[in-house]
């Protein structure tokens, strides 16, 4: 997360500098006022200053994450995205795709899970293993078969 708001911060310096200069050049420097480069120029000092409030969390960035409990699942997948929340006993089924885990969630509502939205692949086959195992711990239908996995076995 910080190398990215560094990297807005230089882009957000860059963009509002750039579109800054241009813009002075282009309504004020000039004898003959350029209006739509003036107003290209001031869109990028826009963009420059949305950036720069970014990346020092005048505007903050949330964290994307996985949580995978006994629970419950909760994620957030994207900085600007919902967190989501799903109770194991809510959930009737669940289907894996290399791309999306797709959650039939009880009373007819589906819920997908993009895998394909997660930063690196081989955390997206992390979260996709940890899902599958947690959804065989709690009985739940994966991709059409459903296994009974036994309790913990008690005492003779």
């Not at 200069?21 to 003959?32: F, G, T």
């Not at 903050?60 to 699942?73: C, G, Q, R, W």
């Not at 995205?81 to 799903?86: H, I, M």
């Amino acid at each position: 997360m910080r190398r990215i708001k560094d990297r807005l911060l230089w882009l957000g310096l860059f963009m509002a500098n750039g579109g800054g200069s241009a813009l002075l050049y282009n309504l004020i420097l000039r004898e003959d006022a350029r209006w739509l480069w003036g107003m290209a120029a001031f869109i990028i000092v826009l963009v420059g200053l949305y950036l720069l409030a970014l990346s020092t969390d005048k505007i903050p960035l949330k964290n994307a994450f996985v949580d995978i409990t006994p629970d419950k699942i909760s994620y957030r997948l994207n900085f600007y995205g919902k967190a989501y929340t799903l109770d194991w006993s809510g959930i009737a089924a669940m289907h894996f795709s290399d791309h999306c885990v797709l959650f039939d969630i009880r009373g007819g509502h589906q819920r997908s899970l993009l895998l394909s939205d997660i930063e690196s692949h081989n955390k997206a086959s992390q979260v996709a293993l940890g899902l599958q195992l947690a959804a065989l711990e709690h009985n739940i239908t994966v991709n059409g078969v459903r296994f009974n996995v036994p309790g913990p076995a008690t005492g003779l």
